[in-house]
């Protein structure tokens, strides 16, 4: 099993995880791996200390394991051929069997009763940090320190803007940006929660130390500087009736786990999207919606953790052509930041949830369009064209 099947496997199921990018994926069960290494550890530590202890007290049990060690070595003491020593494994096994059973009945009870709540509980510790976006990457977990080598960056045009976000709500603020203009000066933006809705306001000709005070506030003293005579560029309605209409990309079957790469090939893909890709933009402002899109499947087996067919009727055996059945999809996708998706995260998460799938003529992507609430969650319907 590769790592990225095994992160597959152990994400299944797990909502907080698909929150996360590969490498976090990554990071989260390798920290899990470690916690189940440790706690087994100490359970054995344990077990062998009862049975030390129990020794001890009860010295009658003590010639048990004399006669265990005794046949055991009987066993392999004229097991001169490996056909030999396979027989004396096989032929000791039940006589083993109670010291087996101290190092595996631990083992698998943690892994089978633990391992699911410490990748949860891993997975919300990553998602529950103050998060850096850049054009060239998006880093979890980071200080302020890691905010001023960004903007060293920015006022060397070597990155294209910042972005840092809460874990949570900073005086209603989902985020504030920064980019580059001429010389030393900066825009610098932030989001607003207004009505039922976000705004988000710039102020340009900032200087760098400007844009620095405004952020350390931001992340140390959760304070916001005052918008109320700033310009307003951007409002955004909690779920808009229409998304991404003037983007477009063909679905294939590539996963992206870099969203840098993704962007680009967005870019490349056409040349509209040059000027109408705009990556960094707020797209729906919520912690989760639903997507639905028609596929062709074989049937149940073929969704993923995170998907269910809207229409069971249409998955009878009547309706199967050709051995597929044409259906709806809804698939739950979650925003990493917890609070909003950008055109780039939720493009991407797009393309991956339907990335391989069987679209027949209509591998073309047209758009989002706002459809009824699924459990009480927004919902968009994939347009697909020919």
Known sequence: MTEEERVKKWSRGISEMDELSMEEKKIVCHQTAMQMVILWGTLEVIVIGFLVWAAFQYPEIIPSFNRITDLVNSNFEHSGTRAKRIGAIIVSLPALLPLIATVLIPLIGVFAGCRKHLVRRAAEKLSYQWRMETDLKMTRGITFADVKQGMELLQDDKIQYLIIS????????????????????????????????????????????????????????????????????????????????????????????????????????????QKNWHPGEMAVEAEKIYIIFEAFIIGKEALLANEYVTDISTLEEKCKIDGLFQTDIAARLFADNGKYFTNEELLMKIHNQIAGKNLGNHMFFEGLEKCNPLEGIPCYCVLLGS
Do not use: C
């Open 166 to 273: 809460p874990p949570f709500e900073v005086m209603d603020s989902l985020f504030m940006q920064t980019a580059h203009e001429e010389g030393n000066r900066f825009t610098l933006e932030v989001s607003r929660k207004e009505n039922n809705g976000s705004v988000v306001y710039a102020q340009d000709g900032q200087t760098k130390e400007q844009v620095l005070y405004a952020m350390q506030n931001y992340m140390d003293r959760k304070r916001v500087p005052d918008t109320g005579n700033w310009e307003k560029i951007a409002s955004f309605e909690r779920a808009p009736k229409e998304l991404l209409k003037n983007v477009y990309w063909m679905f294939n079957e590539i996963i992206y786990v870099s969203a840098n790469t993704f962007s680009h090939d967005v870019v490349e893909y056409i040349e509209d999207n």
